[in-house]
């Protein structure tokens, strides 16, 4: 049934409703979770849980609930809208999928860790929509039965080339290996060419993300570089004006002033001989650790959630080669 249509009926308009305050309820449960797992999920292999994660305070539910909150309540509303009538398997396991990679996402931008347990339920809860789509002969996600494995296939590929790129240009790693599996697991799901339009908005997402925080430094660079220069020409101010009080009195006694000058050694101004420190560089750049996996779970979600737009555009590009 079509969004509008859906809308129009009693049980379509309570049900959409209903996704808010769902939504709003996992998120913050969700942020219970993440505080609540085992700490040696959030740790990379060998690695010991600091005090941080031991202690079970890792996420707060305003900086992490809130914006979870509002992106599992608008992502379930617009699953729900599409996913509606006759398709209550899908909305249930594309609702899971949406809950776990938000859960991914807030792991990984904090600790640079997606949860192999995560991954490996998205992965499950993927093959079992994806057989039901087949089975039932829906082909919804799916028009042929190699798709789903040609997507995981393509997911991990695409993960792994730019992993060997990033090692032969930086020499250091260009994603974690968690990035190549848990695109593995959504290629289950986004089968061909989904995985494609998922690489796309994953990529479209970072460098939107990247050009915000890259403007945002500059911004407060600028604002920073006023405020030290304003507090290294305060002392010259003061100088300056001590000097013009220096020049006053000269001029109302000169005899004593010269004589003064003359007994007076003369200081030289070795301002030459400072030493002058360099610019350090920045640190964050080319090379660096990049956190892919909020990326890729924002695009699993997007792809759900713009399902119908997303094919709906596809097929229209499509049509201007016919």
Not at 122 to 131: H, K, N, P, R, W
Not at 162 to 184: A, E, P, Q, T, W
Request: glycine fraction near 8%; charged fraction near 15%.
């Amino acid at each position: 049934m079509q969004p509008f249509e859906y809308l129009n009926t009693t049980y379509g308009l309570i049900w959409t409703i209903s996704c808010i305050p769902i939504g709003c309820l996992l998120a913050f449960f969700g942020v219970w979770i993440l505080n609540h797992i085992p700490a040696k999920w959030l740790c990379d292999y060998n690695e010991t849980p600091d005090a941080e994660l031991l202690s079970g305070k890792r996420f707060s539910y305003v900086s992490t609930g809130i914006p979870t909150a509002i992106a599992m309540a608008v992502c379930l509303v617009l699953c729900r809208l599409q996913f509606n009538k006759g398709y209550d398997i899908y909305f249930l396991l594309l609702s899971l999928i949406i809950y776990i990679a938000l859960l991914i996402a807030a792991s990984d931008l904090k600790y640079q860790i997606i949860p192999d347990q995560f991954t490996i339920a998205i992965g499950v809860l993927a093959a079992a929509v994806s057989v039901y789509d087949l089975v039932r002969g829906f082909n919804i996600l799916h028009g042929a039965w190699w798709s789903p494995l040609a997507g995981a296939g393509i997911g991990a590929a695409v993960m792994i080339l730019i992993d060997v790129i990033g090692m032969i240009v930086y020499h250091r790693d260009g994603m974690g290996f968690g990035d190549v599996k848990l695109f593995l697991a959504i290629g289950i799901l986004t089968g061909f060419p989904g995985t494609i339009y998922a690489f796309i908005i994953s990529i479209l997402t970072a460098t939107v993300f990247f050009v915000i925080i890259i403007v945002l430094s500059r911004i407060m660079g600028a604002k920073t570089g006023t405020a030290e220069e304003a507090a290294e020409n305060k002392p010259e101010a003061e100088t300056m004006q001590g000097a013009d009080a220096a020049a006053m009195t000269e001029e109302k006694d000169p005899e004593k002033n010269t004589d003064e000058k003359e007994g007076s050694p003369v200081q030289e101004i070795d301002g030459e001989d400072d030493e002058q420190t360099e610019p350090e560089e920045n640190e964050v750049g080319f090379g660096s650790y990049l956190a892919f996996g909020p990326y890729i779970a924002i695009a699993v979600c997007a792809y759900i959630a713009l399902f119908d737009l997303i094919q709906y555009l596809t097929g229209l590009y499509l049509s201007l080669f016919n």
